[in-house]
């Protein structure tokens, strides 16, 4: 860390109070509610990811969504709840520890209706008017429907969030969310797609709105007024829709409940658009939705955009858009983003780079991980504190490579007392992102590069060396006590079969890969991007070569483009994308061979052969680490003047996302040169409700 100076007195609106409802928030950094995958199974976990936020200065910290009855249940989803005595137990972990740095604890109370399938529960899933959501789309797709919900239905779901709340209070929340957002089923009651009702929750918006009315009414008295009532509410559909007696649907609910909760947290409707990546969507992308909020409430508001920078944050204040500063993401990516700017240390914000890794660990029913921030959910695990890392070791290291794992590797050791010679072969560092970064929409990938390279930069035992490419010879001649070896990956010629296995190089002229295209290699057109990596790449150079001005048709084996980018909220946005710059795909096919003039493609169920007339081949496929140097020092081990102490880490060791890689390098730094017995992992385990039933039951 630099010295600390000056907070920029631009940036004291940020650190003033904000009164919400019978709460102060310390300053208008507000952690808003977000999946982190931690549920009520890992209390210790969740408590300290969010700790930690708390301790970065978060005026305001949530937990994710909490279901309030068993009749929402999210599985496969993490799902965390707050059923029962054992839930408050779990949850009080959270409150105390936030408590503890003088941040709100926030809660989100939540229902999802006809999105919980109940896989687990089993319990019928709810819905206004029996009307699925999103059927047909991975993760929410199921074989049950939902029911129409009676009367009775209605006021349970009032009373539940009435008890949800009473248990949050004794949690120790001082905030309570009524969640009518995202699709749920408040949300469900606001849309008359879904609302199909003709009682006094259905039909007029006036209507529709009830049931959000009355679940705020419930929560408020049920805690008499001591905690503060916030409803997060999407706007996105609502914004889309005239009304008879305001601008928009979205104007006549707002103006509805405008004295109604204490706060308003306002969002998009869909993962997709509300926590979209950076590829497509810049900071601040929600202002033209929620924008008008404030002109019709007193009440504060807040919302999120990716805010990294505290200009634009300034500016969302000063223009009367927010209040408080919502922050999920870049929560997430760097829990001391407040006290930074606090301290005049804006230039040390790990600044989100908006890849969504973080989601899509939510959807791999995991806990958080994240590409800039490899401490997340760490944390409690492995005790690993994002900024502090405690000086425990002398002695030098070479680390070789400087790409995202090299230097996070670098950054780690050199943090722990080490001197740190860095060496790459390139002039500059960064490794794959030096060309990735330069694909169409993936600029903000920068922020790895730049802010390791800044705090490398300046630490007075770190020693950079560019346009080093260095053999073995040259590894044992520099001499260093440790070598840490993050010599990347390159993408591999070779297409694959039907089954998925490789099934070796086709020999034609004008058959690339991305390390062909990263070169500067001219692509002639028409060209094919076979692309079955499934991830960013092959839609990203897709994307690049139309740029170019070139016909491209993407062929993937997967069932839609970018395959894996459903679990990122990217995969809709590369159809759009696909669609606006006029790159035909083609899905379920694999290139079965290509003569320099044609490529034959093979559907993969059928074994149907076609045909496209092409010039040119890319493959996105496997990658294949450079291991060479590790395992020819390996080899030397013996030799007198040998490395004693060897690590092969990131993209050699196991080529993967920038997550991994980055999650490698920073393990390596935290773990060279400890014994097995001081790398220390705990284990996290649930309150058992078992353990609270014996002193109920004797009442
Ligand atoms: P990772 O994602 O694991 O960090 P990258 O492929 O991004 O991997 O980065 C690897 C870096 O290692 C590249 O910048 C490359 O120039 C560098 N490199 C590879 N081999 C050598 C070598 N023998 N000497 C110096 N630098 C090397
Ligand atoms: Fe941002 Fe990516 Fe980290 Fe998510 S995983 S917080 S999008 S950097």
């Known amino acids: 860390m630099t010295q600390a100076s000056a907070r920029n007195p631009r940036y004291d609106i940020l650190f003033e109070p904000v009164k919400i409802g019978p709460k102060l928030a ?43 009855d068993p009749s929402s249940d999210d599985s496969p989803f993490p799902c965390a709840t707050l059923w029962d005595q054992a839930d408050i137990r779990s949850h009080a972990v959270m409150t105390e520890a936030a408590h503890a740095h003088g941040a709100l604890a926030a809660v989100e109370l939540w229902h999802g209706g006809a999105i919980a399938m109940n896989r687990t529960s089993r319990m019928t899933a709810l819905s206004p008017s029996g009307i699925p959501w999103m059927a047909s789309h991975v993760g929410f797709m199921s074989s049950a429907r939902p029911r129409a919900m009676d009367e009775a239905d209605i006021k349970d779901l009032i009373r539940w969030h009435a008890e949800a709340a009473r248990r949050a209070e004794q949690a120790g929340f001082d905030i309570a969310y009524v969640y009518a957002g995202m699709g749920y089923l408040p949300y469900q009651f606001l849309m008359p797609e879904y609302n199909r009702r003709q009682d006094q929750w259905g039909g007029s918006l006036r209507n529709r709105v009830r049931l959000t009315e009355a679940l705020i009414d419930a929560v408020r008295e049920a805690t008499g007024g001591r905690l503060a009532v916030a409803l997060r509410i999407s706007l996105q559909e609502l914004r889309a829709r005239p009304s008879d007696h305001a601008e928009s649907e979205a104007h006549e609910v707002i103006s509805l409940l405008k004295d109604a909760p204490d706060l308003f947290d306002v969002k998009m409707d869909y993962s997709v658009t509300d926590c979209a990546v950076s590829r497509y969507s810049p ?4 202002e033209p939705v929620i924008g008008f909020v404030k002109s019709l409430t007193d009440k504060p508001v807040v919302g999120v955009g990716r805010f990294t920078s505290p200009e634009t944050m300034v500016s969302m204040l000063r223009r009367g858009v927010l209040d408080l500063i919502g922050g999920a993401r870049p929560s997430i990516a760097d829990p001391f983003l407040p006290n930074k700017i606090s301290e005049g240390r804006e230039e040390e914000i790990r600044e989100c780079i908006g890849c969504n890794m973080c989601i899509s660990s939510w959807h791999d029913g995991v806990w958080v991980r994240c590409t800039q921030n490899p401490t997340a959910g760490e944390e409690w695990r492995r005790g690993w504190h994002p900024e502090i890392i405690r000086k425990d070791r002398e002695g030098q290291v070479l680390v070789v490579g400087g ?14 007392g080490f001197e740190v010679a860095l060496a790459d072969g390139a002039r500059d560092f960064g490794g794959r992102l030096r060309f990735e970064a330069s694909l169409p929409g993936l600029s903000a990938w920068n922020r790895v590069t730049e802010y390791r390279m800044g705090r490398l930069r300046q630490m007075t035992n770190v020693t950079l060396y560019p346009e080093s490419p260095l053999s073995a010879a040259d590894v044992l001649e520099f001499g260093a006590d440790h070598v840490v070896i ?8 070779v297409t694959c079969a039907a089954n998925e296995l490789p099934a070796g190089e086709i020999l034609a002229p004008r058959v690339y890969t991305p390390e062909d295209l990263a070169a500067g290699v001219q692509i002639e057109g028409p060209v094919v991007v076979f692309d079955y990596d499934n991830y960013y790449m092959g839609s990203a150079i897709a994307e690049l070569l139309a740029g170019q001005g070139l016909a491209v048709t993407y062929v993937t084996n997967a069932g839609a483009a970018a395959g894996w980018g459903i679990m990122t909220n990217e995969q809709p946005l590369v159809h759009q994308s696909f669609a606006a710059k006029g790159i035909a795909y083609r899905t379920l096919e694999v290139v079965s061979g290509f003569d320099g003039e044609a490529v034959r493609l093979a559907q993969i169920y059928s074994g149907a052969e076609t045909s496209l007339a092409a010039r040119a081949l890319v493959i996105v496929g496997l990658r294949r680490g450079e ?15 040998a490395v004693k102490s060897l690590y092969l880490t990131g993209d050699a060791n196991a080529p993967g996302a920038l997550v991994h890689a980055i999650y490698q390098g920073h393990k390596t730094g935290r773990e060279l040169g ?17 353990d609270f039933q014996m002193p109920e039951a004797a009442e």
Not at 50 to 63: F, L, N, P, S
Not at 403 to 416: H, I, N, Q, V, Y
Not at 674 to 690: G, M, Q, S, T, V
């Open 26 to 68: 310390k300053n208008r950094f507000f952690q808003v509610p977000h999946a982190s995958g931690m549920t009520n199974a890992a209390p210790h976990v969740r408590a300290a990811f969010r700790a930690m936020k708390a301790e970065g200065g978060w005026g305001v910290v949530a937990t994710g969504a909490c279901s309030v």
């Open 674 to 690: 400890l014994a097995a017995n001081e790398i220390i992992i705990r284990r996290d385990a649930p309150f058992a409700p078992r």
């Open 486 to 493: 993050a010599t990347g990956a390159r993408w591999q010629p």
């Open 627 to 641: 291991r060479g140097l590790y395992e020819e020092l390996q080899a030397r081990a013996g030799e007198a003047g």
């Open 403 to 416: 790409g995202p794992s090299g230097m996070e590797a670098a950054l780690t050791l050199a943090k722990r």
């Open 283 to 286: 900071e601040g992308s929600h």
